[in-house]
C-alpha cells in the first residue's frame, strides 16, 4: 500500500472538519508547492539528478529552509535508490512520507498543551507586533472556554497603543476576564496581579500577553526574564507553556524571529499565525528540523475557530490533497 493511501485511511479517522480546514488552509502553498512538483514530475521520464535539482528549487523556494531541503533531498536520493524507484511519478508518495518523517523525527512533536490536570494552567504568549498575537490569544480563549474551562487573560503588552484595548475587546467578544493595568505599567505587576485573580476566581487556564519589542534584545530578555520570575514565584513551574506566535506569511524572518525568542525565553511550542495566507507553508518544516521547536497550532483562516492543532499528516495531506485524490480517481 502506498504512502498516500496510508496516509488518506488515517486521515479518514480524524474530524473531515479538521480535514477540510487543513485542505482549505493550505490552498495557496499547495497551489505553490505541490503544481509545481506535478509539473516537475510530468516533465522528467526518469529520476536523475536533474530532477532532484529542480525539486530541490522549489522546495527552498516554498521556505521549507536549506537546511531543511539538503537533509530531505540526501533522504529522497536514498530512498529512491532503495527502491530502484525509477518513475518520477512514484517519487511523490515518497517526498509526502519523508515530509512527515521529518516534522516527526525531531523527539517528541506532540502539538498537545501542557495543560496541568489540577490547578492553574499559565501560557504565556511572545512574538513581536504585527503578528497576530493578541487575535491568536482570543482564538485559544474562545476553545477553551468551548472545552468548558474558565479562562483569565492578562494584558501584559502596556507598551504598544491599543494593546490593552485590543484585549479588551476579545475577552468581552470570548466573555473571560481581562486583567490589566493603565499604558506604560510594568509588565511583571500586571502578571502579579493577574496570577491573583485567576486564582480567586478558580479559573483553569491564564493567558498572558507579553510586549514584542525587538528593537533591544536585552531589554527583552530582562523584561520577560522577570515576566516569567514573578509567574514562577507565584506558581511553581509556571509558565507551563511559553508559546511565540509567528507570522507564516513572513517566511525566512520568522524562522530570525523564532532564533532571538528561544534566545531570549525558553520558548515550548510555537503558534504560526495567517498559514493560509501564504504560499510558502514550508516554514512549518523548517522551524521544526532547524529549531528543535514544535508547531502547536496553525492559523487557518479569520473566523474564530480556525486556530487549528498542528498535525503532520493533516499538514502533508493539505499539500498534497490534490494528487491523493486524484490517485484515487
Known amino acids: 500500500m502506498s504512502f498516500f493511501k496510508k496516509l488518506k485511511e488515517r486521515i479518514t479517522l480524524q474530524t473531515d472538519t479538521v480535514t477540510e480546514k487543513f485542505k482549505d488552509g493550505l490552498s495557496k502553498t499547495r497551489d505553490n508547492f505541490s503544481g ?13 539528478e536533474d530532477f532532484f535539482e529542480e525539486l530541490e528549487e522549489i522546495l527552498i523556494q516554498a521556505d521549507v529552509g536549506f ?7 540526501e533522504e529522497l536520493k536514498m530512498e ?31 502539538s498537545a498543551l501542557n495543560i496541568q490536570a489540577d490547578g492553574l494552567t499559565v501560557i504565556l504568549f511572545v512574538g513581536v507586533n504585527g503578528v497576530g498575537k493578541t487575535t491568536t490569544i482570543g482564538k485559544l480563549a474562545h476553545k477553551f472556554k468551548g472545552e468548558g474551562k474558565k479562562v483569565v487573560l492578562a494584558a501584559g503588552d502596556t ?6 484595548e485590543q484585549l479588551e475587546v476579545w475577552g468581552e467578544r470570548v466573555g473571560v476576564d481581562v486583567i490589566k493595568q493603565g499604558a506604560g505599567s510594568d509588565p511583571a505587576a500586571v502578571m502579579f496581579d493577574a496570577v ?6 478558580q479559573a483553569d487556564i ?41 507570522d507564516a506569511t513572513t517566511g525566512q524572518n520568522a524562522m530570525v524571529q523564532a532564533k532571538t525568542f528561544k534566545e531570549a525565553t525558553n520558548v515550548s511550542g510555537i ?33 474564530m475557530d480556525d486556530l487549528q492543532e498542528f498535525n503532520a499528516e493533516q499538514y502533508v495531506y493539505g499539500l498534497f490533497s490534490d494528487t491523493i485524490e486524484a490517485e484515487e480517481k
Request: proline share 3%.
Open 36 to 48: 509545481k512538483v506535478n509539473d516537475l514530475v510530468a516533465r522528467y521520464r526518469k529520476v536523475d
Open 67 to 73: 537546511d531543511t531541503v539538503m537533509t530531505l533531498i
Open 80 to 110: 529512491v535508490k532503495r527502491k530502484n524507484i525509477q518513475d518520477p511519478a512514484e517519487v511523490h508518495a515518497v517526498i509526502s512520507e519523508k515530509l512527515v518523517d521529518i516534522y516527526e523525527k525531531g523527539g517528541n512533536a506532540s
Open 159 to 164: 507598551f504598544r497603543a491599543g494593546a490593552i
Open 196 to 201: 491573583q485573580a485567576a486564582k480567586a476566581r
Open 206 to 246: 491564564l493567558i498572558c500577553d507579553t510586549a514584542g519589542r525587538l528593537q533591544n534584545k536585552v531589554n527583552l530578555m530582562k523584561e520577560l526574564e522577570k515576566v516569567k520570575r514573578v509567574i514562577e514565584r507565584e506558581i511553581p513551574g509556571a509558565p507551563h507553556e511559553v508559546l511565540l506566535a509567528l
Open 271 to 303: 503558534v504560526l499565525t495567517k498559514l493560509d495566507g501564504t504560499a510558502k507553508g514550508g516554514i512549518v518544516l523548517a522551524i521544526r528540523n532547524e529549531l528543535d521547536i514544535p508547531v502547536k497550532f496553525v492559523g487557518l483562516g479569520e473566523k
